[in-house]
């Protein structure tokens, strides 16, 4: 079961017996931990009816005797096991996951990995249950993915913004979310977000984050570079060594396989190299600043860079100096 379908059963009370949530994305299982907690039986009966529990601190014996008491007041009970990834003692569950109690409502929230599917557990919770696999979205999905939500808080957004929070932000879903719910409180449904907001109100700076330096850096604009380099280096949350040289990496490696795409429209590099459409045609405008020699250079350089920015070959040379170094060769 996919995660729209998951959310809307939830949000109309369509309770299974069993959930197992598992896999790499943690904000998916989180949200739909946190619906089931609260939407499963009314907030006055939960310190009757709901308990929950976490891998670590818990017993097989003390779980499956939660998971067969009848509730008090609620229609159901509501057994939450958190941080699931750390109990040991799934094959003495099997019992109980072959014939679940239809009382009681277990939650298993199993993060940062998935749960071999070949196991008794599994079958047995797929068997009598619903399993949700929570995946990473792709970095060329971030983008799309960020406009949907600011589209489900009732904004619209300029073309930029999607990309800055992507790139400002990565792959850390609850950390975009939360950012996006602070718009939302300060802002009315209907507004348009752009770089001026999202300055205002998350505090990345409109000219200064790590898209405006990629597109610096694809323009061959070292003034501009520099610039947003020293602001850096002056606001180091700002743009992190480590973080931006990955970015760059990426724009690099995209600008490598196009060189050697035969079909170079923007439609055509969109599909081929599953990015957003205005991505591939600000990549497309870069490619003749940057032949492919020059390309193979610069990942070259950014392996190197990202070594010595963690530490190996370099003893004494600060973030600043060596993201400076860095752009001036990557451009020059």
């Not at 907690?37 to 006055?44: L, S, T």
């Not at 199993?110 to 071999?116: A, E, G, L, P, S």
């Not at 400002?168 to 939360?178: E, F, K, P, Q």
Request: charged fraction near 25%; include cysteine; hydrophobic fraction near 40%.
């Amino acid at each position: 079961m996919d995660f729209k379908e998951l959310h809307k059963k939830i949000l109309a009370k369509e309770f299974a017996s069993l959930y197992l949530l598992h896999g790499e994305e943690p904000y998916f299982i989180d949200r739909l931990t946190k619906e089931i907690e609260e939407g499963a039986i009314a907030e006055g009966e939960r310190d009757f009816d709901q308990e929950v529990l976490y891998g670590r601190d818990t017993e097989p014996i003390s779980l499956l005797s939660s998971l067969k008491q009848y509730p008090m007041i609620a229609p159901v009970r509501v057994v939450i096991l958190k941080e699931a990834q750390d109990f040991k003692a799934y094959e003495q569950l099997e019992p109980y996951l072959a014939n679940p109690s239809p009382k009681t409502i277990f939650v298993v929230a199993f993060k940062y990995k998935t749960v071999d599917a070949r196991s008794k557990f599994f079958k047995e919770m797929q068997h009598n249950g619903v399993v949700f696999k929570s995946e990473k979205i792709k970095d060329y999905q971030l983008p799309d993915w960020i406009a949907t939500m600011l589209k489900s808080k009732g904004f619209t957004n300029t073309s930029k913004v999607p990309h800055i929070l992507a790139e400002s932000i990565g792959n850390d879903l609850a950390r975009i979310v939360n950012e996006i719910d602070k718009l939302s409180i300060v802002l009315p449904s209907g507004q348009q977000i752009d770089e001026w907001l999202l300055e205002k109100h998350v505090g990345i700076s409109k000219e200064y984050n790590v898209f405006e330096l990629t597109n610096a850096i694809a323009m061959k604009d070292l003034p501009k570079a520099v610039k947003i380099v020293r602001y850096f280096e002056a606001n180091p949350k700002a743009g992190e060594l480590v973080p931006v040289v990955a970015v760059l990496f990426k724009f690099f490696s995209q600008l490598m396989r196009i060189h050697f795409l035969e079909n170079k429209s923007r439609e055509s590099v969109a599909s081929v190299l599953k990015i957003h459409p205005f991505v591939a045609g600000e990549l497309l405008k870069s490619r003749s600043e940057f032949p492919p020699k020059k390309v193979a250079e610069n990942i070259e350089l950014l392996c190197q860079y990202d070594l010595k920015a963690k530490g190996v070959g370099n003893a004494t040379q600060a973030d600043g100096d060596l993201m400076m170094e860095l752009v001036m060769q990557l451009i020059l």
